[in-house]
């Protein structure tokens, strides 16, 4: 909570770090014109935005399908409440009636408060989408989270997580901080844990191999957090016999500049993957369990990056690729290695963005067993969101709490099922809900998708 607003925030970056990043924060006696001026420059160039300012007609439609107004109950955080905070400002100065009649047409004047409350509450909206797939006008106020956020960066306001994680980027290429000796080192220690647990299995992480066939562009968590997904993934290329390899420079799926600043950080992202994978003679590039990076390297490489001399690669998914050998035969699964209850938790990213619900259930199909598969309701496009979505994972307290709250409808979810296992193909989402799953007390674990692979895969000599 901040102590100048009340209001729940969490903690701002400082003006050093974002200086660091290339940005000069904005006075505050200047910072409202300059929204404006960013407000009129996107009304013109972002067509979704405007729809989302002169067609939603407050029916609350909304309001029960989002997890966030649900775990708060604040109206602030109910979608279309939410988007009235820009909504006011745009009729004001942007619209006839505004500007003659503000008092009958909810217009307000744009004021330092108010882009207060756009940082706490455009913060506490995921970008789950789940608005959007309920909207009778088909309104996606995530775009308009997006645009705010955007012009908060600009102004110089953004949480610290989301700038510090942006830094680490630019300087190491993932969101740890991780150097190519630490990438190293984890990778030689997780190749000797495949070979004890699995009878002797050597298993090889190749780093920045030259003329390899596949770059594998994991999330950086799986170095620390996650490491079984790392591990199912390695396995995985070593049965179908692939000449891969993971580069230094860019081991991290997800594109914190995707969440806050899609004007450079995302682009100087996208263009350092084609930049490595060209230098590699890579063929295709694979990605790794993580949704808003998924999305954001689906459908944002052709219009955010800049490739002179470089090549754009094709880039495929590795559930997509699991399923293509399930489907052809050939890769021997034993689903009693995964011989529990399992559920799916569908990232809003993977179900609501990028059509990739199927393939998850055909892999889930096949690494467990009969019956063992149980799906939330609701599931794929309509599923909730885990409440952490993109980068809401501040830790400060009031902010942790907040994220429990989110979580309030997932927790659920999840209960009703009664699983024992919980599967998160997610590094931001699997982040989430290791809190989520203490902090409700629910019995089960959770794990990656491409965790139950490895797993499940039966090697012969």
Same mark, same amino acid.
């Given at each position: 909570?901040s102590?100048a607003t &009340? ?5 701002k970056?400082s003006? !050093?770090?974002?200086r660091?990043l ?7 006696? /200047? ?6 001026r ?6 013109f160039?972002?067509?979704?935005f405007v729809?989302?300012m002169?067609?939603c ?6 309001a029960? +399908? ?10 602030n955080?109910?979608?279309?409440g939410?988007v009235?905070?820009i909504? $006011?400002a745009?009729k004001?100065?942007f619209t006839?009636? &505004?500007q003659?009649?503000?008092g009958?047409v ?11 409350k756009?940082?706490s509450?455009f913060y506490q909206?995921?970008e789950c989408?789940?608005?959007a ?5 088909g309104?996606?106020?995530a775009e308009?989270t997006?645009?705010?956020?955007q012009?908060?960066y ?6 610290? #997580?989301?700038?510090?994680t942006a830094?680490?980027i630019?300087?190491t ?13 984890t990778?030689?220690f997780l190749?000797?844990?495949?070979e004890e647990?699995?009878d002797?299995?050597?298993?090889e ?7 390899s !066939? ?7 968590a !799986? ?5 079984n997904?790392?591990k199912g ?7 179908v016999?692939?000449n891969w390899?993971?580069s230094?420079e ?11 600043d899609?004007s450079?950080?995302q682009r100087?992202?996208?263009t350092? #993957?084609?930049?490595e994978?060209t230098?590699?003679?890579?063929? $295709?590039?694979v990605? &790794?369990e993580c ?6 390297? $689906?459908?944002y ?13 094709p880039?495929t998914h590795?559930h997509? /690729?699991?399923e293509?050998?399930i *489907?052809a ?6 689903p009693?290695?995964?011989d529990r ?16 619900s ?6 889930m199909?096949a ?5 063992a ?5 609701p599931?794929?496009?309509a599923?909730?969101?885990?409440g952490?979505?993109? &980068? ?7 902010m942790?709490?907040?994220?429990i709250l +989110?979580?309030?409808k997932?927790?659920e979810q999840v209960?009703?099922?009664?699983a024992?296992t919980l599967? +998160?193909?997610?590094?931001?989402c699997k982040?989430q809900l290791?809190p989520?799953? *203490? /902090?409700?007390?629910l019995?089960?674990?959770?794990v990656g #998708?491409?965790? #139950? ?7 012969r000599d």
């Amino acid at each position: 909570m901040s102590e100048a607003t &009340g209001l729940r925030q969490p903690k701002k970056a400082s003006a !050093d770090l974002f200086r660091k990043l290339g940005v000069e924060p904005v006075p505050d006696n /200047e910072k409202v014109q300059e929204a404006i001026r960013h407000l009129d420059d996107f009304r013109f160039r972002v067509r979704s935005f405007v729809m989302a300012m002169e067609s939603c007609v407050k029916c609350g439609a909304c309001a029960e +399908a989002c997890h966030t107004y649900l775990g708060t109950r604040d109206p602030n955080n109910i979608p279309a409440g939410r988007v009235d905070l820009i909504r $006011k400002a745009y009729k004001r100065y942007f619209t006839v009636q &505004g500007q003659l009649f503000p008092g009958l047409v909810g217009a307000q004047d744009l004021d330092l408060e108010t882009i207060e409350k756009w940082y706490s509450y455009f913060y506490q909206c995921s970008e789950c989408r789940r608005c959007a797939h309920v909207c009778p006008f088909g309104i996606d106020t995530a775009e308009v989270t997006f645009i705010a956020r955007q012009i908060l960066y600009w102004l110089g306001i953004a949480p610290q #997580l989301h700038a510090a994680t942006a830094e680490a980027i630019l300087r190491t290429g993932n969101h740890m901080g991780l150097t190519k000796a630490g990438i190293e080192d984890t990778l030689e220690f997780l190749a000797e844990e495949i070979e004890e647990d699995y009878d002797g299995l050597k298993v090889e992480f190749p780093v920045d191999k030259p003329n390899s !066939d596949i770059l594998y562009v994991p999330s950086s968590a !799986d170095f620390m957090l996650n490491p079984n997904t790392l591990k199912g993934a390695a396995m995985f290329f070593k049965y179908v016999g692939a000449n891969w390899t993971i580069s230094s420079e860019i081991t991290e799926a997800g594109n914190f500049g995707y969440l806050s600043d899609q004007s450079r950080i995302q682009r100087e992202m996208v263009t350092r #993957l084609f930049r490595e994978a060209t230098k590699l003679g890579v063929k $295709k590039i694979v990605w &790794g369990e993580c949704g808003h990076g998924w999305r954001a390297a $689906k459908m944002y490489p052709p219009t955010v990056s800049d490739l002179p001399g470089v090549k754009r690669i094709p880039i495929t998914h590795i559930h997509d /690729e699991v399923e293509a050998y399930i *489907k052809a035969g050939r890769l021997e699964l034993d689903p009693k290695r995964n011989d529990r209850k399992v559920t799916l938790h569908d990232p809003c990213n993977y179900a609501r963005a990028c059509g990739h619900s199927d393939n998850m259930r055909v892999i889930m199909n096949a690494v467990v067993p009969k019956g063992a598969f149980v799906e939330m309701k609701p599931s794929r496009e309509a599923n909730f969101c885990c409440g952490g979505g993109s &980068g809401i994972l501040f830790d400060d307290p009031d902010m942790y709490q907040f994220r429990i709250l +989110a979580s309030n409808k997932k927790a659920e979810q999840v209960r009703e099922t009664g699983a024992d296992t919980l599967c +998160a193909p997610c590094s931001i989402c699997k982040a989430q809900l290791y809190p989520m799953v *203490k /902090e409700h007390k629910l019995p089960v674990e959770v794990v990656g #998708l491409i965790d #139950l692979v490895g797993h499940a895969l039966v090697f012969r000599d």
